[in-house]
């Protein structure tokens, strides 16, 4: 089991950056394919980026592709999602999330596949 924990949210102007953090706890992290999730107040929980195991394997939603860049340390346990020119449709509490037994190339768009989920960091964008 692993445990994560989310943090660099925070109130920004349109335009900005800002960089979350996912730290796992529990077992070992290269274990798992990792991705990030959003959902907005009203909305359902939508898929935003992913990330395999090892060797960088990659997928986004195409609203955030060139903007937002998903990046993973195994040595220090943590998931990165870089946002650059954040729009105000950007609003939502965003999740890491973990899924164990996969091949080291393997990302997943899709949330029920995921094992594990953070509680979140809240991002708003103001116009």
């Known amino acids: 089991q692993v445990q994560l924990v989310e943090s660099g949210g925070g109130l920004v102007q349109a335009g900005d950056s800002l960089r979350l953090s996912c730290v796992a706890s529990g077992r070992t992290f290269s274990s798992y394919a990792m991705g990030w999730f959003r959902q907005a107040p009203g909305k359902e929980r939508e898929f935003v980026a992913a990330?395999?195991?090892?060797?960088?394997?990659?997928s986004y939603v195409d609203s955030v592709k060139g903007r937002f860049t998903i990046s993973r340390d195994n040595a220090k346990n943590t998931v990165y999602l870089q946002m650059n020119s954040l729009k105000p449709e950007d609003t939502a509490v965003y999740h890491c999330a973990a899924k164990e037994g996969v091949s080291l190339y393997y990302t997943t768009k899709s949330r029920n596949e995921y094992d594990y989920w953070g509680q979140g960091t809240q991002v708003t964008v103001s116009s």
């Open positions: 990330i395999s195991r090892y060797f960088g394997s990659t």
